[in-house]
């Protein structure tokens, strides 16, 4: 089938539109998205004639239905049939959405990476700037753990709001931001109350200076200043602090509110996606 130039400009902002929730989906996946292609002047009817769309439309309703496994295999076998097709550039994005919705975050990292190498200017590359973010994000462990996802997740995000400062994702960016540096706090104050516990007050030192220097704005500043005291005074630590291990981990991003601006009124600026 052949589609004119500016049918399948808007064919594909269609697909685009409802691949990033900006389209209502009230009347559902698969009869919304045939609606749409009705506007274009391609209503799918019985789908004759008009399989990567057919199949596009089947793995929509499929993904908007939680059934991620049978839309990713759907996606997958359009980009593979139809790679040049106006909806493979919906299939390459929503199979990376739907590997990070079944949290595959590795698989869909290497997705979403792959749409910005292929389409540095498409309109959706700040979503999926995010996504990249929020794959490393959705990583992030337990504070004992290995912090590596945590700061690759801030350089992420960062990254994005350079690119894009004016993104809708700007603030809900700077919160998770936040929140993944307070996890890092959260890892030196474990740190260095390990090596409390171990007698070597010298490191531990070192680790709690590091932590007041470089996160000052931490949930755990108060304690950490209040251990780095006691190892400073002659007095020496209390042995309360021998036996503690702190019980912290990723903060909910919400809470840092900070990042959200005030509207006029009062009233808190939501999040993206909220």
């Known amino acids: 089938m052949i589609f004119s130039q500016e049918r ?3 064919l594909r902002l269609c697909f685009l539109w409802l691949s990033l ?34 199949l596009a439309m089947a793995a929509m309703d499929d993904f908007n239905r939680g059934k991620y496994g049978a839309a990713l ?24 959405d739907a590997n990070y919705h079944m949290e595959r975050y590795a698989e869909a990292k290497i997705l979403y990476e792959e749409f910005e190498a292929n389409h540095p200017t498409n309109e959706a590359v700040p979503y999926v700037l995010f996504q990249i973010a929020m794959c490393s994000y959705q990583q992030i462990g337990t504070h004992d753990r290995d912090p590596g996802s945590a700061m690759t997740a801030i350089q992420a995000f960062e990254r994005l709001n350079r690119a894009f400062p004016h993104s809708p994702y700007l603030l809900e960016a700077q919160a998770r931001i936040a929140a993944a540096r307070d996890f890092l706090a959260q890892h030196e ?83 993206p996606g909220e």
Do not use: N
């Open 8 to 10: 399948g400009r808007v």
């Open 189 to 271: 104050f474990y740190v260095a109350t390990f090596y409390v516990r171990t007698d070597e007050y010298e490191q531990a030192k070192g680790r709690l200076e590091y932590l007041l220097a470089t996160y000052p704005e931490a949930s755990v500043v108060p304690k950490a200043s209040e251990l780095l005291a006691q190892l400073q005074s002659e007095k020496g630590v209390e042995k309360s602090w021998l036996r503690y291990v702190p019980t912290v981990g990723l903060p909910d991003w919400r809470s840092f509110k900070s990042a959200f601006g005030i509207l006029p009124g009062g009233e808190s600026q939501p999040a």
């Open 73 to 96: 295999k759907t996606f997958e076998e359009v980009k593979d049939r139809f790679p040049f097709s106006d909806v493979a550039l919906l299939a390459e994005l929503k199979s990376a």
């Open 21 to 54: 929730g900006l389209v209502p989906l009230a009347l559902g996946g698969c009869a919304t998205l045939d609606t749409m292609l009705g506007w274009v002047g391609y209503g799918s009817g019985d789908g004759e004639g008009q399989a990567p769309e057919a």
